[in-house]
């Protein structure tokens, strides 16, 4: 997800120059930096976010307990490049690994290393896909065998809240309508949302406008989902307090700041004229309405 503290500002899209766009929903004419894909542009996406959903797919089975993270990102690395890929988060910004590998407390962007998954965890893993220039980017909560009440429900509702985000928008709505059902669904929960960590636009770049934050502010009162707009929604949802910590050793992995755990699921997806369409959408994976719950 982009860091709404650190990262510098990326240079404009090759793929979306400042677009004037005339559009029939109260804005008369917006300027903005947000590319407008046209049907070409929105295939590329849909063969990235196929890409990006199918090696999600792949990863699936491997996600146990016993394997170790590193282990998770080797195959993550390995099956991109087979099939001609680049992993987007290779090399990005000084990050040397294909994929993160978010556990328990860790809220983002934890770093694949010698940690064994075990009884217990839940670990998010974040996966990115470059195909021909064009990026999907997506990420799964998983139960790694018996977990307790309190994880199973920050999952389910990290969960819940992306799947609500994603039935809550509709072409040219404002993206706080976003920020506001999520807060709203995870507040209800006695749950709390991350605010330095937002979804993002995507295209030909990995990190672009707009900037999509899971609670409502100013700028999401403003921005709007036209269609043609490519984005995330990747909640992240915290069982304590919102308030995060960052790892000064190793300047990436992110933590809650009272050690409880956090959950978060991600989707990249397409404003399109009849509404959004994931572009990342799995086979095997939890389909909208799951339930999660404890083997047996
Ligand atoms: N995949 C993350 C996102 O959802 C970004 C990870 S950037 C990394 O936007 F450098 F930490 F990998
Ligand atoms: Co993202
Ligand atoms: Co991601």
């Not at 917006?30 to 196929?50: C, E, F, S, W, Y």
């Amino acid at each position: 997800m982009a860091n709404l503290k650190r990262s510098p500002p990326e240079p404009l899209p090759e793929g979306g120059p400042c677009l004037e766009v005339e559009t029939p929903f109260p804005v008369s004419t917006v300027k903005t930096k947000t590319p407008i894909l046209n049907h070409a542009q929105r295939d590329l996406m849909r063969a990235a976010g196929r890409a990006n959903a199918a090696l999600l797919d792949y990863l699936r089975p491997f996600i146990t307990a016993g394997i170790t993270t590193e282990k998770i990102d080797k195959l993550a690395h390995e099956w991109t490049l087979k099939h001609g890929y680049r992993p987007a988060t290779l090399g990005y910004q000084g990050y040397s690994k294909s994929c993160c590998t978010s556990v328990n407390d860790v809220i983002c962007h934890g770093i694949p290393g010698k940690y064994e998954l075990c009884n217990g965890d839940i670990v998010n893993v974040d996966v990115t896909t470059i195909v021909e220039g064009w990026h999907g980017d997506q990420s799964e909560t998983f139960l790694i065998g018996k977990v307790d009440d309190e994880k199973i429900a920050v999952t389910q509702c990290a969960f819940d809240c992306l799947y609500l985000a994603i039935e809550a928008i509709a072409p040219g709505c404002l993206v706080s309508v976003i920020g506001e059902t999520i807060s709203a669904e995870a507040h209800r929960r006695g749950f709390s949302v991350v605010r330095e960590y937002v979804g993002h636009g995507l295209g030909k770049s990995f990190h672009q406008d707009p900037s999509i934050p899971h609670f409502p502010n100013r700028q999401s009162r403003v921005d709007r989902l036209l269609p043609g707009v490519t984005f995330t929604i990747e909640p992240m949802i915290n069982a304590g307090t919102r308030f995060t910590r960052l790892d000064r050793t190793d300047g990436w992995t992110v933590r809650t700041k009272d050690g409880k755990p956090s959950a978060q699921f991600e989707h990249t997806i397409l404003m399109t004229e009849d509404g959004p369409e994931i572009l990342t959408r799995t086979q095997h994976g939890p389909q909208p309405g799951h339930l999660f719950k404890n083997p047996g």
